[in-house]
Each structure stands twice: as structure tokens, then as C-alpha cells.
């Protein structure tokens, strides 16, 4: 083979490698024209889906909005006495209204979740203390419903970057749900668990006794749907399990913002049982039935403390209508109350706004004021006076506290 020969292979094996590189780089260009048309028509259905839902959401909450304000209202002004049918009417209504009011809220927040990182709220802290507040914030509708509820952490600290917007979102959601679809003496519990691997950390929502029924509807649920979104956002993993006793599992796997170096120690265990309240007694005041004695239910701070939210901006007679609704005098109200909680009513009453307040601060940003003529205080000062005594820092100090 002469040298000319040999130059000439040289020269074709070069040109063909040339156009190899060159169909290479064209392939390469064009699979990110690709991804890049892909991503620009999937955020164009992402938005045109997000302007649907808040149009939808927009045009559904001022009447119903309305609706709720005008039950409330007629309520309070038809005679107790006479028609206590309606009273029942007005009270479906309401319920029902409020569910409605729920999903509009649930559709705006499937709406409102942001696709673009450059608008998200990223705060430095720790991640187990946010959490341990989220979990916190649901514990009085856990005594409520009577549910054995827990909080289990692998670790105590974990200091890193994260949305609370986001988180806040998730946690309530799942939590939310498995309250709500638990009955009496069911458990949930929740785990925070890091993955060995230190680069990822798992939530585990496990509740008990959830009927088939629940589970056929889990995953159209809007929660379920929000849920879903939010964990797309953060880049992780969400599934949902139901074991063979009954149980339904809500698994969520999350990346850390950082990797860490060294397995973090300690752990945080968090545990609200059932609180069975015994039956106790008391002498009625009837002077003529002096050792009469009254078994006192253990329904019954329920039923005072729900009327009270129902009731919350009634600054005049909130007493009055409790003793009429549970069909008892004031001063026997205020005995039973005293013997339950070792507090007067009206201190109950002021105690329960206050907490009512402390949730909106943690979960709204409306403007304190406002927050605080919804709990039922019309006087700023006895209201900012009032929250200091009770939690031990203004509501403004409070409402700067990241959630």
C-alpha cells in the first residue's frame, strides 16, 4: 500500500469522523430544542390549568361568602323558641357551606402553587422544629375527634433550606385528611425519618381503621391532588400504601437542599393520647334540690367550645346564647365549666379566642387587626395585652416567627 493510499484512507477516516462529531452536535441541539419545546408546552398547560382554577375558584368565593354570612345572620335573628326546625336547617346549611368554602379554598391552592423557583420563599432554620409546629397546630382537633395522635422524628435537629409555604401545604393536607377521615380511638401517627444515604428524608402519615370506601376516593381527593403538585415542585417522590390491617400510608421522600456529612443525632418523640375525661358531679342550684346530684358529659366542653367559634365575633351575649343552646342557666354553665377546666367561662372564652387568633396568625397573613375583630376583639390593645400574657410574646413578635 503506498504512502499515497494511506493518506487518502487518513483523510476519508477524518472526514467521516468530522461528520460524526458534526451529526453528533446536531443531535445533541436538537434533543434540547426538544426539552426545551416539551417544558414550554407543559408550562403553557400548567398555567392555562392554573388560570382556569382561580378563575373557577374567584367566581365560586364571594357568593358562597355571601351565603355563609347571610345563615349567620338569620340565624341569630329567628326566635329559638318557637322555631328550632329551622334552626336545624340553618345548621346543615352552614356545614355545608363551610365544605363548599373549604373546596374553594383547596381549588385555590391547587392553583396557587408555583412552577417557576425564582418566586419561592426559602428560608435557612430547623427543619424538625417547623415540622414539630405543623404537627402542634393539630392537636386540638385530635382532642377533639378523640384520636390517638404522634409525632416520631430520627433526629432532633436538622438544619437546611426549605419552603415553608410548601411543607406547610404537604403537612396539612395529609394531616388533615387523616384526621378527618379517623374516627374516635383511631391513631395517627407520623414519621420524619432521614435515608441513610443523608441526601434524602421521608414522611411517613399512617393512619389506622380507613375504610375501603375512604381509600376508593384518596386519589381524586383535592388534598390528595394539591399534595401531589407540591411534592412535583420539590423534585420528590409521593405514594400512597394501604396494608392488609386496614392501615393507609402516605409516603413522601424529599431531597435535602444540601448533603450532609454526618448522621445528625438525638431524636424527637411527640405523643397526644386520647384524653378520656371522667364523669363528674355537682349540686344543682336549685336550693330545693339541694342534693340532687348532675352527671356532667364528657361531650360537653365540646359542644360549649364549638359554639363558641361559631359564635366568636359576638362581643355582646356569647354567654347567653351558650346557656340557651345547652339549655342551662349561666351560673350552672360557669360551674361546670370550673369543675372541668378549673377556669371561669369567660376566661374559657377569652382562652379559646386567643388560640383561634394564634392559628390565624400562623396560617393566614391577614393583617393582625383584622385577625383580631375575627376573634372577637374589638379593642387592638386588650387584644395585643392579652396574647402577650398568654403566649409570652406579642402577635406581631408571633406572626414574624417563620411557619
Do not use: W
Amino acid at each position: 500500500m503506498t504512502i499515497d493510499t494511506l493518506t487518502l484512507i487518513s483523510l476519508a477516516l477524518t472526514i467521516a469522523l468530522i461528520f460524526a462529531l458534526i451529526s453528533f452536535i446536531n443531535v445533541v441541539i436538537l434533543n434540547k430544542k426538544l426539552t426545551k419545546a416539551k417544558d414550554e408546552v407543559e408550562n403553557f398547560n400548567l398555567n392555562l390549568e392554573t388560570s382556569i382554577f382561580q378563575n373557577i375558584s374567584r367566581e365560586f368565593e364571594a357568593p358562597v361568602s355571601t351565603i355563609i354570612r347571610l345563615i349567620d345572620k338569620l340565624k341569630k335573628t329567628v326566635d329559638t323558641n318557637v322555631t328550632n326546625g329551622y334552626l336545624v336547617d340553618f345548621k346543615m346549611l352552614s356545614l355545608q357551606s363551610e365544605k363548599l368554602k373549604l373546596l374553594i379554598e383547596g381549588v385555590n391552592s391547587l392553583s396557587n402553587i408555583k412552577y417557576s423557583p425564582d418566586n419561592d420563599n426559602i428560608v435557612f432554620g430547623n427543619l424538625i422544629s417547623y415540622y414539630q409546629h405543623l404537627f402542634e397546630s393539630f392537636s386540638e382537633l385530635a382532642e377533639i375527634k378523640k384520636i390517638d395522635y404522634l409525632l416520631h422524628s430520627n433526629l432532633r435537629v436538622l438544619n437546611i433550606y426549605y419552603c415553608p409555604e410548601y411543607l406547610h401545604t404537604l403537612f396539612s393536607n395529609l394531616t388533615g385528611k387523616l384526621l378527618k377521615d379517623s374516627s374516635e380511638g383511631d391513631k395517627v401517627k407520623i414519621e420524619i425519618n432521614l435515608d441513610k444515604s443523608l441526601k434524602h428524608y421521608k414522611l411517613v402519615f399512617n393512619s389506622s381503621n380507613i375504610s375501603e370506601n375512604s381509600l376508593l376516593q384518596i386519589e381524586s381527593d383535592l388534598a390528595i391532588l394539591v399534595t401531589k403538585k407540591v411534592v412535583r415542585r420539590l423534585n420528590g417522590i409521593f405514594e400512597i400504601k394501604h396494608s392488609s390491617k386496614g392501615e393507609i400510608i402516605y409516603y413522601v421522600k424529599l431531597p435535602l437542599s444540601k448533603e450532609l456529612n454526618n448522621q445528625p443525632m438525638g431524636c424527637l418523640t411527640i405523643h397526644k393520647p386520647i384524653k378520656t375525661a371522667p364523669k363528674r358531679e355537682y349540686t344543682r342550684d336549685n336550693k330545693s334540690d339541694n342534693n340532687a346530684k348532675i352527671n356532667i358529659d364528657p361531650d360537653f366542653l365540646n359542644r360549649v367550645t364549638s359554639i363558641i367559634y361559631r359564635e366568636i365575633t359576638n362581643t355582646e351575649n356569647i354567654i347567653e346564647v351558650i346557656s340557651s343552646e345547652i339549655c342551662i342557666s349561666s351560673s350552672q354553665l360557669n360551674r361546670r365549666i370550673k369543675i372541668m377546666t378549673g377556669m371561669t367561662t369567660s376566661i374559657y372564652i377569652l382562652k379559646t379566642r386567643l388560640n383561634r387568633a394564634k392559628k390565624l396568625l400562623t396560617t393566614t397573613q391577614k393583617p393582625i387587626g383584622e385577625i383580631a375583630m375575627e376573634c372577637g376583639f374589638n379593642d387592638f390593645a386588650y387584644f395585643s395585652r392579652s396574647f402577650k400574657k398568654e403566649f409570652e410574646m406579642t402577635p406581631t413578635a408571633f406572626q414574624r416567627i417563620p411557619h
